[in-house]
């Protein structure tokens, strides 16, 4: 069936950027893929989404401008690049993907079909 894979979740200083990746395999990648985080104590919440046939982004408003989703198709990866991180947003950061498309939405609310096993992003400061 395939898996998801993140990378890229580290510590930085408030203000600092990160980059994480998601690479898909098997069936996995799929028309709607994005990212979840879930602080400590709180509910997964979808944060940035896409979908692959083009026909929409979608970021929930405390990271608009600051997150940017994007994707490779050859290499079956999405990416997120954060700038201008801050505390609050520590996290733990999943890749998701649904083939039905049910958190890309204007709200990011849709539970995935798939998950990756999340990466830690720590802002200090």
């Known amino acids: 069936q395939g898996q998801l894979m993140e990378s890229g979740g580290g510590s930085v200083q408030a203000g600092g950027s990160l980059r994480l990746s998601c690479v898909a395999s098997?069936?996995?990648?799929?028309?709607?893929m994005g990212w979840f985080r879930q602080g400590p104590g709180k509910e997964p919440e979808g944060i940035a989404a896409?979908?692959?046939?083009?026909?929409?982004?979608y970021y929930v408003d405390d990271i608009e401008g600051r997150f940017t989703i994007s994707r490779d198709d050859a290499k079956k990866t999405v990416y997120l690049q954060m700038t201008s991180l801050k505390p609050e947003d520590s996290a733990t950061y999943y890749c998701?993907?649904?083939?039905?498309?049910?958190?890309?939405?204007?709200?990011?609310?849709?539970?995935?079909?798939?998950w990756g096993q999340g990466t830690q992003v720590t802002v200090s400061g």
């Open positions: 998701a993907a649904d083939p039905y498309d049910r958190f890309c939405n204007t709200v990011l609310r849709g539970t995935p079909k798939y």
């Open positions: 098997g069936d996995t990648y799929s028309n709607c």
């Open positions: 896409l979908r692959l046939d083009g026909w929409g982004t």
